[in-house]
């Protein structure tokens, strides 16, 4: 007789009356995890008082961990061993007070049955709001039912009234008034005509998204499967990172410094040191130009339309930042680079869209805005910026709530002020890329604005598309909002029209939001009609939000 044996069944904690389990996501590196544990303690400690006041008990699901000096479920598989423990009926907290990793906690919440709260802090210094952008589109995608909310102080009467909503009757209701599914027959006659044109231009011709690795950081609702991208003529080349590294190899000295002495004869501004652990130093910058060189040199070789680099975590160790590289890729005036063989300038006056992260819904949407701004005759120059943080500003010319939109340095020096002159290069927290390299830090300029997010839900393409303008705010205030957030990267001071800062909140399905000037408030009008016309003709639900003018 043969006999079996059978693996031990982890035992599950014990769910008791009016107990919720708490989850907390962190990074994959350590040195962001140890820095970032005491925000995250903090937050927990007042969410915990906030539901024992309401006669509920919180207790974390997974311990501190004394060799490691912090508590976050920092891998995938330590996320699925933690919900071994969970009952899958019991109500669930995931606390979100820093930059996370949502596929660390996707398995466990996948399978999930009780109700399930994603929460935050509202902190520019800690990227809680980014985190819990990035885990609701993940879940979004994976067709989780979830609730959400965010807090200053935990307070408020937002937030108390949206716990105990969610408590009675496990979800909390938002405002979604905003929202309003496109109708075509409102779109002006000659921008619709515009869009359908390129959409059938695009899924005949086709392009392809070059993508350097998937997955960046975990970022699950940023990888659009081909099933959904193919039917709309886009197509992934898919490139391993180490031959962008083996690339790079082959850019010469002599043509990085031809680049980098191009910015500087634009103006541009470099804060170098010497200490290469805690400084930016030239030999990084070269390196960070040799990036950009051999990027350009393999979409041409490939025939990419637009190309996203993962960086993170695949080549932190390897090489400085990306962020210069992307950002200059994404401006249509930047340092030429030459076919390596027959001496061709290549992408000549021309923006070669990258999407920050290997983000694919931004990758979709830039080129997209890529094909429309420059049929109309605009700068096509576009971003994706994390929705960082925000609060209201007041003076003689604003009263509104502000957005501080703010990455880490991907953003064409055309979005500035003052252009190339007033774009400072700054080294890249040691936190998060150990190997340095600069960004590209700006304020962006004032002026009309178009924003956007293509994401994956219920197995389709959707977009939300809304207006906007970027403002200029006095320098104690510019200085205040870097201060608050990260110092080293660009920011634009964004104000969407009707649309809240909690309807977007509630809304919005990812950390990242696209955005792209216009000449014009009549040109950016008629730019989002075409560009909404586009999308629908390429099979992509469009959902307009907010105040926008379709005459």
């Not at 103006?267 to 350009?296: H, P, R």
């Amino acid at each position: 007789m043969t006999t079996y044996q059978i693996p031990i069944t982890t035992p599950q904690l014990i769910t008791k009356p009016n107990e919720i389990f708490l989850l907390a996501s962190g990074d994959l590196r350590l040195s962001a995890n140890q820095t970032c544990w005491p925000a995250q303690q903090e937050m927990e400690q007042q969410i915990t008082k906030v539901f024992a006041a309401e006669s509920w008990t919180v207790k974390r699901a997974h311990p501190y961990d004394e060799a490691l000096k912090h508590g976050f479920i920092w891998n995938q598989r330590m996320g699925m061993d933690v919900f071994k423990t969970i009952p899958s009926e019991a109500p669930l907290i995931v606390a979100v007070a820093v930059w996370q990793y949502s596929y660390h906690l996707l398995a466990g919440l996948r399978d999930h049955r009780g109700p399930i709260l994603t929460m935050a802090n509202w902190s520019g210094q800690w990227p809680g709001l980014v985190g819990l952008l990035n885990l609701n589109g993940s879940l979004t995608k994976m067709g989780v039912k979830y609730s959400t909310i965010w807090s200053e102080d935990f307070n408020d009467e937002f937030f108390l009234n949206g716990i105990r909503q969610w408590l009675r009757e496990g979800d909390i209701t938002h405002d979604a008034r905003h929202i309003r599914d496109l109708k075509l027959a409102q779109l002006p006659k000659e921008e619709s005509q515009l869009g359908v044109m390129l959409a059938q231009q695009l899924k005949s011709e086709k392009a392809i998204l070059g993508i350097f690795d998937e997955g960046c950081m975990g970022m699950y609702n940023a990888i659009i499967d081909d099933e959904l991208l193919n039917p709309c003529g886009i197509y992934k080349e898919r490139f391993s990172q180490s031959a962008l590294v083996a690339e790079m190899r082959l850019v010469s000295d002599i043509e990085a410094s031809n680049a980098r002495t191009w910015l500087d004869k634009k103006g541009m501004i470099f804060n170098v040191g010497t200490d290469d652990a805690t400084e930016l130093t030239d030999a990084q910058i070269l390196e960070q130009l040799k990036m950009y060189i051999a990027a350009v040199r393999i979409a041409d070789a490939f025939g990419c339309d637009a190309i996203g680099i993962q960086y993170q975590q695949g080549l932190k160790d390897m090489t400085p930042a990306s962020d210069l590289a992307e950002g200059l890729l994404n401006d249509i005036e930047r340092p030429p680079v030459s076919h390596k063989e027959t001496g061709r300038e290549l992408f000549s006056g021309k923006a070669l869209p990258h999407f920050n992260e290997v983000d694919e819904g931004s990758g979709v949407d830039a080129l997209v805005t890529n094909r429309v701004w420059t049929a109309m005759g605009m700068d096509p120059a576009t971003t994706l910026h994390d929705i960082r943080w925000g609060r209201h500003y007041k003076d003689d010319d604003i009263d509104d709530f502000v957005w501080v939109f703010e990455i880490s340095g991907a953003v064409p020096p055309s979005h500035f002020v003052g252009g190339y002159a007033s774009a400072v290069s700054e080294r890249q927290p040691a936190m998060y890329f150990p190997k340095g390299g600069g960004t590209i830090k700006g304020e962006s300029k004032p002026g009309e604005i178009v924003w956007s997010r293509v994401y994956v839900q219920t197995g389709a393409l959707h977009v939300d598309m809304g207006r906007g303008a970027a403002v200029t705010l006095p320098p104690e205030e510019m200085q205040f909002r870097w201060k608050s957030t990260t110092p080293q990267w660009p920011i634009m001071n964004a104000i969407l029209h009707g649309v809240s800062r909690d309807q977007l909140m509630a809304r919005h399905k990812a950390n990242h939001i696209q955005v792209v000037y216009a000449t014009s408030k009549e040109m950016a009008d008629k730019a989002l009609a075409a560009k909404a016309a586009m999308f629908a003709e390429l099979g992509i639900s469009v959902h307009l939000c907010g105040e926008i003018t379709l005459t």
